[in-house]
Each structure stands twice: as C-alpha cells, then as structure tokens.
C-alpha cells in the first residue's frame, strides 16, 4: 500500500470512529369537501391503494400513518421497499402509525419522550393540509432525526398544522433505523439486482418522496415544487438524497440542520466486513435466512450498543461515491438550499461527566481525534487553564461536527450554480438550564415548525416573534427557493470571500466569515 493510501485509510478510520462516537451521544385533487359524522368533521381522499379519511381542526385536514410502502417483514426485510398493498374500503387515517423499532432515549436525555408502539411494520407518512380542492401549494418533507437510530414522523414538535396554515402541505415519515435500516452484508449485496447494501433507510425516504410525487395533488400539494428538509440525521438524510442520483426531480429544494456528511465516507466492503460478520455473531444466526428470522426487537437490542453504529455507506447505487466527492465534482441534484446549525450544539449531547474537567485530559481527548496534529488547536481553541476546559471542548466538537460540515454544504452548493443560504441559530429556549443548554442541538425545531412548547414554561414574545420569522423564512424557500420576503430581515445568498451568514437569535442580523479561523483548520486537519 503507497504511503497516501494509508494515509487516507488512516483519515476514514478516524472519521469513522469520530462519528459513529458522536452518534453514541446523540441519541415516519382533493377527492372531498369536509362532512360532519357524529359532531366530527372528517373528509375521504383517494391515493394510490385506496380511499383516506382524515380529520379537521381549526380548518387544517391531516391525514396520518398511511402507508407509502409494503412491510418490510419477512423476506422483505432488508430489501429495498415495495409499493404499498391496496385495501378495501376507507382507510381511517386519524392517528399515527407504529414507529420503527428502536431504543428510546434514556430517561434523563432532554430528548427522552414516552415509548410508542413499534413495529417492524412501520413504513407509513403523515399529512397536513389547508389546501382547497384543486390549489397547489408547495410540499415540505420533514426527515426526523435521531442518529438513524431513534425517532419518527409522529413527535408532538412535528405536528405540520402551524406550517399548512402558512400556506404549504406538510408531510413527516418513518424510515427503517439502525440495523433494520443499515445494514451492509455480502449475502445481501450478493442477492441485490445492484450488487448493493445498507442504504434501507435511504431507500424508503426515497420511496416516499415517489408517494408524494404520485400523490400529494390529492391533498393540494404541487409535486413540482418539494423542499425535502431534516435536522441531525434527517439533515444526514438529506445531504445524501441532494447526492444521491436517485433522488433526481423528487425533490426542488432543500434544508439541512445541524448534518452533513462530507467526511470520508465507509465503502460497502469495509461496512461488510465490520457489521455483516459482527450483527450474525452477536445473534448467533448462521445465515441470512437466520437474520431474517430474528424477531426485530431483539435484533434491536443486541445491536443497539455495539460501536461504530452504522450508517449510510458508499454502496455504488445510492451513494456511488463519497457525498463530498459527488459535491466537488458538481454531480449532487442543483438544487438551491438553506444550511446551518446552532450555537451550542454539544450541550445537550454531552453528559457533563463525558467533558474533560482538567487540560491535560483535554489534551488527551483532542489527541485521540487529531493525534499528532492536534497542537494546532491550540492557536484557536486556547486553554490556558482547567476553568477553560469545558467551553473549549464543546465548541471544538460543535464545530468539527457540526459548523464546518454545513459551511461546506453551502460553500460545495455553488459548483452547480444552485444558491446557498447560511444560518447560525443562537437563541436559547426558555427551559431549565437554559444558560448552560444555551442553543442546543434540536433546538431550532419549534421555532421552523412554530410549535412552542417548552416543558410546561410558555414561550416569551421574542420566542413567538423569532419563531414566525423562522418559519416564514422556510416556507418562503418552499415556496419561490429563496427565504427572503416582505417583513423579513434581509438574507444575503451564500458567497465565497465573504462568506455571509444569518444568525437566526434575539436579533437577527447579517454576519461575514463566521469562526473563519476554526473552520479552516477543522478543513485543514480532516
């Protein structure tokens, strides 16, 4: 092996570990007008495999767990989804479907939320609109977060009611997580038309957006104008689906916060080897046949702890090649965007007993990820005493996993010709702990889908202010692919040189070349 080779299998391996550690932290034509049955209003709408009856209140029609996809049981687990079977009769649709199979988050996580019922049959979408029969409004596709682990399309903060009253229909799903939804096995590439594996959980985005394509008219939806858009891992998501050549015309627009994968991506083989010999191992299962006939909660715990935690992977289908090198060479889906992430991003990562309390074991830890190079931090993240420790460690991890991959997003955006739009979300939202917690990762979330609901504590006039601003902004986007409108503070396009960013805070306001020192060497170093 030449030199550079190693060198770069040193760099993958590196960003491997450091992500999947990350992951560790982090913890789915208007066919009626509304008809009154028994003092409820619902209305009947017809997609693809049958008849919907949805619900209305206060004039937004939402539709919830109808199914994009066959289950993926049996044989068809871990296998690219299928359409949907067609049922008989009307299919109520007024409460959400099972989640994916997961672990929950810990109870003490500020994410924990009560465990819903699971199912491996799980592939189901939800709707909100307040379109009129024949309009066509902008679609928004919201990819849930989680760490391709955890979550669904069903979380009280998604609810799309506030958003279709600003004029667009809103659409949440469920995608296959963990290792139902990623796995990479050679018996599974072997019997795969494409030779491929692991991107499941991709595939069945990818499924529902060809759902939304065929079927969102129905609900006074413009299948030509679709802005996909997710946070964390939904941002992961959608940073693959812009590179993805499969997602060609499902989609016009896009979001990402808070996730990007422009790191060194894991190759099909490599993920084979590490988790195709691994996942049998540890469920002592022979065959692929034996996976398959492993009940999915206990393949859900076995593996639910095992490290690095999988993700999506170069399998030479979904992914052809690593998404940084699809974006440098200008093949992503010119699409424009908006990206970003917020300020303290680490804090309601972190267990406060996961930060280093002295220098020298923040040294030791800044070592393990950047090994011989890691001096150079020094000049940018200074820590000259044991009282410095904590805030240089949480912005060092912000920024190397957060900040520089959404200012690469924007900067790699341009060599399509598509627009950029940059944000920096500073606001801390009114919860306990908030002068530590600060603008923590997730935090934007209800304030884009102005759902403010903060552990009992109503939000202030400048939460509802900045979150009737964020939202219009998205909606904006979704609308024309560009966030700027009237009432709203200026948005400058991304550009090189300057670099202009929004800082989405208290006060909104125009900033140039944010942590320009950091980001470099973040660059420099990867």
């Not at 009307?90 to 109870?107: L, N, T």
């Not at 989405?504 to 944010?514: D, P």
């Amino acid at each position: 092996m030449r030199k550079s080779e190693s060198a770069a299998g040193g760099k993958r391996s590196r960003w491997w570990a450091a992500g999947a550690w990350v992951m560790v932290l982090a913890l789915c034509g208007l066919a009626g007008w509304p008809v009154v049955a028994g003092g409820e209003a619902t209305e009947v709408v017809t997609v693809e495999g049958g008849d919907v009856q949805g619900e209305i209140r206060d004039g937004v029609r939402s539709f919830k767990g109808v199914p994009y996809a066959a289950p993926p049981v049996g044989e068809r687990r871990w296998r690219p989804p299928q359409p949907a079977p067609a049922w008989q009769g009307i299919r109520e649709a007024r409460e959400f479907g099972p989640d994916c199979p997961q672990s929950p988050y810990p109870r003490l996580s500020l994410f924990y939320s009560p465990p819903r019922v699971q199912q491996e049959d799980c592939l189901c979408l939800n709707v909100w609109t307040a379109a009129r029969a024949g309009e066509k409004r902008p679609v928004m596709v919201w990819i849930h977060g989680g760490a391709l682990t955890r979550g669904s399309g069903a979380a009280p903060t998604y609810d799309g009611a506030s958003l279709a009253r600003q004029g667009v229909v809103l659409v949440t799903l469920n995608y296959r997580l963990g290792v139902l939804g990623f796995l990479a096995h050679r018996e599974l590439s072997a019997e795969s038309p494409k030779g491929a594996s692991g991107n499941y959980g991709i595939l069945d985005q990818l499924a529902a957006l060809r759902w939304v394509s065929r079927n969102i008219a129905a609900f006074g939806g413009d299948p030509g104008k679709v802005t996909i858009f997710g946070e964390s891992a939904g941002a992961w998501s959608v940073n693959a689906l812009v590179a993805s050549p499969l997602g060609k015309g499902l989609f016009h627009r896009a979001i990402g916060q808070s996730g990007g994968t422009f790191g060194p991506g894991v190759r099909r083989e490599a993920a084979e080897e590490a988790w195709g010999r691994r996942v049998p191992e540890v469920l002592g299962a022979g065959s692929l046949s034996d996976l398959r006939a492993v009940p999915a909660e206990r393949l859900v715990e076995a593996t639910d702890k095992l490290t690095p935690r999988l993700q999506t992977i170069v399998d030479g289908w979904v992914l052809p090649e690593e998404v940084s090198t699809i974006f440098a060479r200008g093949k992503q889906n010119p699409v424009p965007v908006i990206v970003g992430s917020n300020a303290r991003e680490m804090t309601s990562l972190l267990a406060p007993a996961a930060i280093p309390r002295t220098v020298e074991a923040y040294r030791r830890s800044v070592a393990t990820l950047f090994r011989e190079r890691s001096g150079e931090l020094d000049r940018v993240y200074p820590v000259e005493s044991d009282a410095g420790v904590s805030e240089a460690y949480l912005s060092l991890l912000r920024d190397y996993t957060f900040t520089s991959q959404m200012r690469r997003w924007a900067r790699l955006t341009g060599t399509t010709q598509a627009k950029a739009w940059w944000y920096y979300f500073s606001h801390a939202p009114p919860i306990p702990n908030s002068d530590y917690l600060g603008a923590f990762h997730a935090a934007e979330i209800a304030y884009v889908f102005r759902n403010l609901s903060f552990s009992r504590v109503a939000p202030r006039e400048v939460d509802e202010r900045l979150a009737e601003t964020i939202s219009t902004y998205w909606v904006n986007f979704a609308r024309t692919g560009d966030p700027n409108g009237q009432g709203l503070p200026k948005w400058p396009a991304y550009r090189q040189g300057a670099e202009p960013y929004l800082e989405l805070g208290t006060t909104i306001k125009v900033g140039q070349n944010l942590l320009k020192e950091q980001l470099d060497l973040l660059d420099n170093l990867r």
